[in-house]
Nanobody, 115 residues
């Protein structure tokens, strides 16, 4: 079972930027498409972005042009560069593999966008 540890969240003003990181244990990380997900207070967790093992990417419409997902398979790392942040981006952000079957969720990293 892969373990996932997210980091890089924080408090940022609207229009600001953050870069999230996700460290994955194990050697199978590179085999899978990976995604970033987020859960805002009182809402269900939602998909944000996806990157395949071949580095193809997809984004939720509301983050297109602002967020960039990337990965470093040699380091078992997944990243999410978030620019032009908006208050509605406030949530706990998680990483996990793409698809119906997930690995155990990590603790997530809190992103708060507020003035």
């Amino acid at each position: 079972q892969v373990q996932l540890v997210e980091s890089g969240g924080g408090l940022v003003q609207p229009g600001g930027s953050l870069k999230l990181s996700c460290a994955a244990s194990g050697s199978i990380f590179s085999m899978y498409a990976m995604g970033w997900y987020r859960q805002a207070p009182g809402k269900q967790r939602e998909w944000v972005a996806k990157i395949t093992s071949g580095d193809s990417t997809n984004y939720k419409d509301s983050v297109k042009g602002r967020f960039t997902i990337s990965r470093d398979n040699a380091k078992n790392m997944l990243y999410l560069q978030m620019n032009s942040l908006k208050p509605e981006d406030t949530a706990v952000y998680y990483c996990n593999k793409d698809g119906v079957i997930k690995w155990n969720w990590g603790q997530g990293t809190q992103v708060t966008v507020s003035s």
